[in-house]
């Protein structure tokens, strides 16, 4: 190897060096990482107690939403006429802006569709402030952020009184989770519980008839369906309802599936039990 090589690889690896040190200061700084070409870009960190929300049915409808304290709107011009907002009655600071000014700050995978605004995550409620309730959907450990938003998005569309979900194992709100959900997470009461056995023992006691979708229950869901009060459990795809859940709902039932495949997304098994479940309860037209 000649001297003028091992300069060369010498040079290189310094180069990296210096770079990754830069890249580390500018991530202590808050700022982006530079990338290479064609690689997405991260954006920034939020600031601590704050998140990130984006697109325009999401953004549109936490802008109406008087629980959410918001703290700074990212707006383009065209993304304005389409939310259909006045400026001037924006209930928040505002920024009318590039696209590129957004993509800074959540990276350039976020679908934003030209608007972003930066909240606090909703306050989740306690079950014992539930009241009045008839159709509860209850999450064990169902963890992806696409799913739960799905399942908020057709909560919403069936007028779930809550959606009940656990304090670990489940996904904390994000802008993820939100666009998914399309403005539904403003709209249905969420309800985080530390022991999920325990709760469902309290929502029994309150009348509620308590069913965990499972593909070997004994019964179809329709045959399950009883009482005037419903709570639809829902586990994690792949793993299922946990033994202990399993053990605790009043019924296990099966959504029947006739065709070659025999399971469906989390998101959808809850869309097709909430249809089911409002049928029941003389909500929707048979």
């Known amino acids: 190897m000649t001297d003028e090589t091992a300069g060369t690889?010498?040079?290189t690896h310094y180069a990296k060096l210096r770079r990754s040190h830069r890249d580390a200061k500018r991530a202590g700084a808050g700022e982006p990482a530079r990338r290479a070409k064609g690689e997405p870009s991260q954006g920034r960190a939020p600031a601590p107690g704050k998140i990130w929300l984006y697109g325009l049915h999401t953004v549109g409808e936490a802008l109406k939403n008087p629980r959410r304290r918001l703290h700074r709107l990212l707006v383009t011009r065209n993304a304005l006429a389409?939310?259909?907002?006045?400026?001037?009655?924006?209930?928040?600071p505002h920024e009318i802006v590039e696209p590129k000014t957004i993509v800074a700050e959540l990276g350039s995978e976020a679908v934003h569709q030209g608007v972003a605004v930066e909240t606090e995550p909703l306050?989740?409620?306690?079950?014992g402030e539930l009241t009045g309730a008839r159709l509860v959907l209850v999450l064990d450990q169902v963890t992806d952020p696409h799913n739960v938003g799905a399942i908020?998005?057709?909560?919403?569309?069936?007028?779930?009184?809550?959606?009940?979900?656990?304090?670990r194992h489940s996904p904390q709100e994000s802008g993820v989770?939100?666009?998914?959900?399309?403005?539904?997470?403003e709209h249905v009461t969420q309800i985080e519980v530390r022991n999920l056995a325990e709760a469902l023992a309290e929502l029994a006691e309150h009348g509620?008839?308590?069913?965990?979708?499972?593909?070997?229950?004994?019964?179809t869901f329709e045959e399950s369906l009883g009482g005037e009060k419903l709570a639809i459990v829902l586990g994690a795809e792949g793993k299922g309802l946990r033994q202990k859940t399993r053990g605790t709902v009043t019924k296990l039932a099966r959504l029947p599936m006739p065709g070659a495949i025999h399971s469906l997304n989390v998101s959808n098994a809850a869309a097709i039990a909430l249809y089911a479940a409002?049928?029941?309860?003389g909500d929707v037209e048979g």
């Not at 939310?83 to 928040?92: D, R």
Request: with cysteine.
């Open 152 to 167: 908020l998005r057709s909560a919403t569309a069936f007028a779930a009184d809550a959606v009940v979900t656990t304090t």
């Open 82 to 92: 389409r939310l259909g907002i006045e400026e001037s009655a924006l209930p928040c």
């Open 123 to 127: 306050t989740a409620q306690k079950l």
């Open 208 to 219: 509620f008839t308590t069913i965990g979708l499972d593909s070997e229950g004994p019964e």
């Open 177 to 185: 989770l939100a666009k998914a959900a399309s403005g539904a997470l």
């Open 278 to 281: 409002r049928r029941h309860l």
């Open 9 to 11: 690889r010498k040079d």
